[in-house]
């Protein structure tokens, strides 16, 4: 099983553990499959479904604001090529201030 943890800690060194607990279980079943567990920022689909999926049906954000913290988010892990999925939905809840809701 991926350290997802440590992969969250390369872009915020004090990432709560529980926190990242609560994504994984979140996320659950797609964490099993290599293509799902990633993010495609580049994909505008991908981009969208993580708006609707995450962003606004999870935490509550939707439109610009919603978009904002993708694109921050996006630009954050532009350097790591297999983008994990858990790590850059903690960073868009980070971004979003949402962090305490989960």
């Not at 607990?21 to 797609?30: Q, T």
């Not at 580049?42 to 999870?58: I, L």
């Not at 090529?81 to 971004?95: G, I, P």
Request: glycine share 4%; aromatic share 6%.
């Amino acid at each position: 099983m991926t350290d997802y943890l440590a992969d969250v800690q390369k872009y915020d060194g004090s990432a709560d553990e529980a926190v990242v607990n609560k994504i994984v279980r979140h996320l659950g079943i797609a964490l099993r499959n290599k293509d799902s567990s990633l993010v495609s920022a580049s994909d505008p689909k991908e981009r969208e479904r993580v708006k609707e999926k995450w962003c606004e049906k999870k935490l509550g954000v939707s439109g610009a604001e919603a978009d904002a913290a993708i694109a921050a988010t996006a630009t954050a892990m532009a350097d790591d090529r297999s983008k994990s999925r858990v790590t850059f939905y903690y960073l868009v809840a980070k971004n979003l201030g949402k962090l305490q809701t989960l």
